[in-house]
Protein backbone atom coordinates (compact mmCIF):
# COMPACT_ATOMS: atom_id res chain seq x y z
CA UNK A 1 0.00 0.00 0.00
CA UNK A 2 1.64 3.24 -0.94
CA UNK A 3 1.68 6.63 1.40
CA UNK A 4 1.27 9.59 0.24
CA UNK A 5 2.76 13.43 1.12
CA UNK A 6 0.54 15.63 -1.22
CA UNK A 7 1.03 18.65 -2.37
CA UNK A 8 -1.18 21.06 -4.64
CA UNK A 9 -0.30 22.93 -7.96
CA UNK A 10 -0.55 26.58 -7.93
CA UNK A 11 -2.36 28.19 -11.26
CA UNK A 12 0.74 28.59 -12.89
CA UNK A 13 2.19 25.03 -12.53
CA UNK A 14 5.10 26.62 -11.08
CA UNK A 15 5.42 26.33 -7.19
CA UNK A 16 3.61 23.55 -4.51
CA UNK A 17 1.61 24.15 -1.76
CA UNK A 18 0.85 21.41 1.16
CA UNK A 19 -2.83 20.94 1.56
CA UNK A 20 -4.77 18.64 4.21
CA UNK A 21 -7.51 18.02 2.18
CA UNK A 22 -7.54 16.49 -0.97
CA UNK A 23 -11.09 17.23 -2.30
CA UNK A 24 -10.79 21.11 -0.89
CA UNK A 25 -8.29 24.28 -1.85
CA UNK A 26 -7.17 24.58 1.47
CA UNK A 27 -3.88 26.14 1.29
CA UNK A 28 -1.86 25.47 4.48
CA UNK A 29 1.60 26.49 3.72
CA UNK A 30 3.04 27.90 0.30
CA UNK A 31 6.52 26.90 -0.41
CA UNK A 32 7.29 29.77 -2.64
CA UNK A 33 11.02 28.50 -3.14
CA UNK A 34 10.84 25.46 -4.40
CA UNK A 35 9.93 24.77 -8.06
CA UNK A 36 8.15 21.81 -9.74
CA UNK A 37 11.11 21.56 -12.13
CA UNK A 38 13.10 21.10 -9.02
CA UNK A 39 11.41 17.02 -9.02
CA UNK A 40 13.15 15.25 -10.91
CA UNK A 41 10.97 12.55 -10.41
CA UNK A 42 7.59 14.82 -11.57
CA UNK A 43 6.58 14.83 -15.41
CA UNK A 44 5.81 18.61 -16.28
CA UNK A 45 4.73 17.77 -19.49
CA UNK A 46 2.10 15.43 -18.53
CA UNK A 47 1.28 17.24 -15.49
CA UNK A 48 -2.66 18.28 -15.75
CA UNK A 49 -4.59 20.76 -13.82
CA UNK A 50 -6.54 18.28 -12.56
CA UNK A 51 -3.92 16.22 -11.28
CA UNK A 52 -2.30 16.62 -7.90
CA UNK A 53 1.47 15.48 -6.90
CA UNK A 54 2.24 12.55 -3.86
CA UNK A 55 5.33 11.32 -2.47
CA UNK A 56 5.45 7.87 -2.55
CA UNK A 57 7.09 6.86 0.48
CA UNK A 58 7.14 3.02 -0.76
CA UNK A 59 8.86 3.81 -3.99
CA UNK A 60 10.72 7.02 -2.87
CA UNK A 61 9.92 9.12 -5.68
CA UNK A 62 7.21 11.73 -6.45
CA UNK A 63 4.52 11.14 -8.67
CA UNK A 64 1.98 12.62 -10.93
CA UNK A 65 -0.94 10.94 -9.63
CA UNK A 66 -5.12 11.33 -10.34
CA UNK A 67 -7.39 12.17 -7.64
CA UNK A 68 -9.22 9.61 -8.67
CA UNK A 69 -6.26 7.15 -7.99
CA UNK A 70 -5.66 7.65 -4.36
CA UNK A 71 -5.99 4.82 -2.09
CA UNK A 72 -9.45 4.01 -0.89
CA UNK A 73 -10.37 5.56 2.32
CA UNK A 74 -10.58 2.86 5.26
CA UNK A 75 -14.05 2.65 6.30
CA UNK A 76 -14.77 3.33 9.65
CA UNK A 77 -16.25 1.33 12.15
CA UNK A 78 -19.63 3.14 14.00
CA UNK A 79 -20.31 1.69 17.56
CA UNK A 80 -23.68 3.50 18.45
CA UNK A 81 -26.01 2.01 21.40
CA UNK A 82 -29.21 1.19 19.48
CA UNK A 83 -31.43 2.91 22.15
CA UNK A 84 -30.81 6.01 23.92
CA UNK A 85 -32.86 7.99 26.81
CA UNK A 86 -33.25 11.79 25.81
CA UNK A 87 -30.93 12.97 28.31
CA UNK A 88 -27.67 14.27 27.97
CA UNK A 89 -25.31 13.96 24.98
CA UNK A 90 -25.32 10.60 22.86
CA UNK A 91 -22.09 9.04 22.51
CA UNK A 92 -20.93 6.97 19.54
CA UNK A 93 -16.96 5.64 19.18
CA UNK A 94 -15.04 5.52 15.78
CA UNK A 95 -13.24 2.13 16.89
CA UNK A 96 -10.87 1.87 14.41
CA UNK A 97 -10.25 5.39 14.62
CA UNK A 98 -6.59 4.70 15.69
CA UNK A 99 -5.68 3.95 12.66
CA UNK A 100 -6.02 6.83 10.54
CA UNK A 101 -3.52 9.73 10.54
CA UNK A 102 -5.02 12.66 9.78
CA UNK A 103 -8.99 12.05 9.42
CA UNK A 104 -11.44 13.94 8.50
CA UNK A 105 -15.22 13.06 9.52
CA UNK A 106 -18.08 14.17 8.20
CA UNK A 107 -21.59 13.37 10.00
CA UNK A 108 -25.09 13.54 9.26
CA UNK A 109 -27.80 12.81 11.97
CA UNK A 110 -31.46 12.16 10.03
CA UNK A 111 -34.34 10.99 11.15
CA UNK A 112 -37.11 8.67 9.70
CA UNK A 113 -37.96 10.39 7.03
CA UNK A 114 -34.78 11.40 5.89
CA UNK A 115 -34.48 15.16 6.64
CA UNK A 116 -30.98 16.07 8.26
CA UNK A 117 -31.61 17.41 11.86
CA UNK A 118 -28.08 17.32 13.06
CA UNK A 119 -24.70 17.92 11.01
CA UNK A 120 -20.70 17.54 12.28
CA UNK A 121 -20.93 20.86 13.53
CA UNK A 122 -22.87 19.67 16.41
CA UNK A 123 -21.01 16.85 16.96
CA UNK A 124 -18.27 16.86 19.56
CA UNK A 125 -14.94 14.92 19.41
CA UNK A 126 -14.24 14.01 23.15
CA UNK A 127 -10.91 12.49 22.26
CA UNK A 128 -9.42 8.93 21.10
CA UNK A 129 -12.40 8.48 18.91
CA UNK A 130 -15.15 9.12 20.86
CA UNK A 131 -17.68 11.84 19.87
CA UNK A 132 -21.38 12.88 20.67
CA UNK A 133 -24.11 14.94 19.76
CA UNK A 134 -27.20 16.89 21.82
CA UNK A 135 -30.59 14.61 22.16
CA UNK A 136 -32.80 17.10 23.54
CA UNK A 137 -34.23 17.36 19.97
CA UNK A 138 -34.05 13.93 19.13
CA UNK A 139 -37.27 11.33 19.52
CA UNK A 140 -37.64 7.84 17.72
CA UNK A 141 -36.01 6.51 14.88
CA UNK A 142 -32.79 8.36 13.74
CA UNK A 143 -29.38 7.39 11.51
CA UNK A 144 -26.08 8.53 12.05
CA UNK A 145 -24.54 8.92 8.48
CA UNK A 146 -20.40 8.83 9.12
CA UNK A 147 -17.76 9.40 5.96
CA UNK A 148 -14.16 9.87 7.04
CA UNK A 149 -11.05 11.23 4.56
CA UNK A 150 -7.94 10.12 5.69
CA UNK A 151 -4.84 12.29 4.44
CA UNK A 152 -3.69 10.94 0.96
CA UNK A 153 -6.35 9.02 0.67
CA UNK A 154 -10.05 9.32 -0.90
CA UNK A 155 -13.29 9.13 1.16
CA UNK A 156 -14.15 6.50 2.63
CA UNK A 157 -17.64 4.43 1.53
CA UNK A 158 -20.80 5.70 3.61
CA UNK A 159 -21.62 4.13 7.02
CA UNK A 160 -24.50 3.92 8.21
CA UNK A 161 -25.84 3.08 11.54
CA UNK A 162 -29.81 3.08 12.89
CA UNK A 163 -30.10 3.97 16.38
CA UNK A 164 -33.62 5.54 18.64
CA UNK A 165 -34.13 7.87 20.99
CA UNK A 166 -36.57 7.63 24.04
CA UNK A 167 -38.14 10.82 25.95
CA UNK A 168 -37.09 10.14 30.10
CA UNK A 169 -40.64 10.23 30.81
CA UNK A 170 -42.41 8.35 34.11
CA UNK A 171 -44.83 9.17 36.54
CA UNK A 172 -42.49 7.68 39.49
CA UNK A 173 -39.28 7.61 40.19
CA UNK A 174 -36.95 6.02 42.38
CA UNK A 175 -33.21 6.81 43.38
CA UNK A 176 -31.43 4.09 44.89
CA UNK A 177 -27.76 2.35 44.69
CA UNK A 178 -25.86 4.84 46.62
CA UNK A 179 -22.70 5.18 47.13
CA UNK A 180 -22.39 5.62 50.47
CA UNK A 181 -20.24 7.55 53.24
CA UNK A 182 -16.69 5.68 54.26
CA UNK A 183 -18.27 2.51 55.52
CA UNK A 184 -20.49 2.28 52.43
CA UNK A 185 -23.50 2.26 54.29
CA UNK A 186 -24.99 5.56 55.29
CA UNK A 187 -25.44 8.40 52.81
CA UNK A 188 -27.34 11.98 53.34
CA UNK A 189 -28.71 13.10 50.63
CA UNK A 190 -29.48 17.11 50.62
CA UNK A 191 -30.65 18.20 47.14
CA UNK A 192 -32.14 16.20 43.97
CA UNK A 193 -33.81 17.84 41.21
CA UNK A 194 -35.59 17.67 38.33
CA UNK A 195 -35.77 19.59 35.53
CA UNK A 196 -38.10 20.12 31.67
CA UNK A 197 -35.44 21.11 29.58
CA UNK A 198 -31.72 20.22 29.14
CA UNK A 199 -29.10 22.49 31.52
CA UNK A 200 -30.98 22.13 34.66
CA UNK A 201 -33.63 25.00 33.12
CA UNK A 202 -37.83 25.08 32.85
CA UNK A 203 -39.83 24.10 35.04
CA UNK A 204 -38.37 22.46 38.48
CA UNK A 205 -39.58 19.01 39.72
CA UNK A 206 -40.66 18.76 41.94
CA UNK A 207 -41.29 22.20 43.58
CA UNK A 208 -39.57 22.87 46.83
CA UNK A 209 -41.21 20.22 49.34
CA UNK A 210 -42.74 20.77 52.34
CA UNK A 211 -43.71 17.80 53.63
CA UNK A 212 -43.91 13.70 52.39
CA UNK A 213 -47.41 15.18 50.55
CA UNK A 214 -46.72 18.99 49.79
CA UNK A 215 -47.30 20.05 47.44
CA UNK A 216 -49.52 17.87 45.67
CA UNK A 217 -49.78 15.82 44.31
CA UNK A 218 -46.36 15.21 44.66
CA UNK A 219 -45.54 12.30 46.97
CA UNK A 220 -42.66 11.33 48.62
CA UNK A 221 -41.43 8.07 50.06
CA UNK A 222 -38.75 5.43 50.25
CA UNK A 223 -36.99 3.31 53.00
CA UNK A 224 -34.39 3.66 55.64
CA UNK A 225 -35.41 7.56 56.91
CA UNK A 226 -33.59 7.72 60.36
CA UNK A 227 -36.54 9.28 61.79
CA UNK A 228 -38.93 12.49 60.06
CA UNK A 229 -36.44 15.01 61.12
CA UNK A 230 -34.48 13.53 58.33
CA UNK A 231 -37.49 12.33 56.14
CA UNK A 232 -37.96 11.85 52.25
CA UNK A 233 -39.36 14.67 51.06
CA UNK A 234 -36.02 16.94 52.75
CA UNK A 235 -34.60 15.76 49.50
CA UNK A 236 -36.45 17.76 47.77
CA UNK A 237 -36.91 20.82 49.72
CA UNK A 238 -35.24 24.07 49.26
CA UNK A 239 -31.98 23.61 51.58
CA UNK A 240 -29.61 21.94 49.06
CA UNK A 241 -26.88 22.03 51.78
CA UNK A 242 -27.94 21.84 55.48
CA UNK A 243 -31.20 19.51 54.82
CA UNK A 244 -31.34 15.99 53.89
CA UNK A 245 -32.70 12.64 53.84
CA UNK A 246 -30.76 10.76 55.71
CA UNK A 247 -30.44 6.45 56.63
CA UNK A 248 -28.83 6.90 59.77
CA UNK A 249 -29.59 3.36 60.89
CA UNK A 250 -29.93 2.07 57.49
CA UNK A 251 -27.94 0.55 54.38
CA UNK A 252 -27.49 2.43 50.87
CA UNK A 253 -27.42 -0.85 49.08
CA UNK A 254 -31.08 -1.40 50.00
CA UNK A 255 -32.27 1.86 51.09
CA UNK A 256 -34.05 4.03 48.52
CA UNK A 257 -35.70 7.58 48.06
CA UNK A 258 -39.78 7.56 45.90
CA UNK A 259 -41.05 9.89 44.25
CA UNK A 260 -44.86 10.40 42.31
CA UNK A 261 -44.88 13.10 40.07
CA UNK A 262 -48.83 12.50 40.43
CA UNK A 263 -48.53 11.97 36.30
CA UNK A 264 -46.16 11.33 33.63
CA UNK A 265 -43.56 13.78 33.65
CA UNK A 266 -41.03 14.39 30.79
CA UNK A 267 -37.48 14.88 32.29
CA UNK A 268 -34.36 16.44 30.25
CA UNK A 269 -31.79 17.06 33.25
CA UNK A 270 -31.05 16.52 36.55
CA UNK A 271 -29.37 17.62 39.49
CA UNK A 272 -27.82 16.18 42.51
CA UNK A 273 -26.32 17.80 45.70
CA UNK A 274 -23.85 16.58 48.19
CA UNK A 275 -24.24 18.17 51.29
CA UNK A 276 -22.09 19.92 54.04
CA UNK A 277 -21.18 17.23 56.24
CA UNK A 278 -17.98 14.97 55.23
CA UNK A 279 -18.84 11.88 56.69
CA UNK A 280 -21.75 11.15 54.41
CA UNK A 281 -20.94 12.43 51.07
CA UNK A 282 -22.00 9.77 48.17
CA UNK A 283 -20.03 9.22 44.82
CA UNK A 284 -22.42 7.69 42.99
CA UNK A 285 -26.48 6.77 42.77
CA UNK A 286 -29.47 4.94 40.11
CA UNK A 287 -32.10 6.33 38.68
CA UNK A 288 -34.76 4.37 37.99
CA UNK A 289 -38.60 5.52 36.39
CA UNK A 290 -41.89 3.63 36.30
CA UNK A 291 -45.09 3.41 35.00
CA UNK A 292 -47.11 1.36 37.62
CA UNK A 293 -44.79 2.48 40.68
CA UNK A 294 -44.48 -1.16 41.70
CA UNK A 295 -40.40 -1.58 40.91
CA UNK A 296 -40.66 -5.29 40.95
CA UNK A 297 -38.98 -5.71 37.47
CA UNK A 298 -40.87 -3.36 35.35
CA UNK A 299 -39.03 -0.52 35.63
CA UNK A 300 -36.09 1.40 33.29
CA UNK A 301 -32.72 2.28 34.52
CA UNK A 302 -32.08 5.89 33.36
CA UNK A 303 -28.61 5.61 34.53
CA UNK A 304 -26.00 5.50 37.66
CA UNK A 305 -24.79 8.92 37.65
CA UNK A 306 -21.28 9.74 39.43
CA UNK A 307 -21.53 12.67 41.81
CA UNK A 308 -18.30 14.52 43.49
CA UNK A 309 -18.15 13.05 46.94
CA UNK A 310 -16.80 16.13 48.63
CA UNK A 311 -18.75 18.76 50.60
CA UNK A 312 -21.16 20.56 48.64
CA UNK A 313 -20.43 18.42 45.34
CA UNK A 314 -22.59 18.92 42.84
CA UNK A 315 -23.31 16.57 39.54
CA UNK A 316 -25.36 17.94 36.23
CA UNK A 317 -27.15 15.50 34.14
CA UNK A 318 -28.22 16.46 30.64
Known amino acids: MSNYTV ?77 NLQLGPIEFTITNYSGYTLPAFKFNIKNSSGTVVLTQDDVTH ?13 LGAHTLETTVQDFGNAASVLVTSNFSVSAVAFRYWRIDGFDGDIDGTLVMIPGIRFFSDPGQSGTQYPPSMTSNTAPSPYVA ?43 TTTVKSMRFNNGAQVAYVFGSLRVS ?30
Open 289 to 318: GSDTGAFSGEQTVIGTFTVPKVINGVANVG
Open 7 to 83: YGVDDENQRITVTDDLTANLTVLELSTIELGQLADVDLNNLQASQIIGYNSVAGRWQNIDQGAQQAGTTPVVSISAT
Open 221 to 263: SGQGAFNTVYDYWKAFDSNDIQSFYWNLAGNSATDFIDLDMGS
Open 126 to 138: KGSGVFEFPSSTL
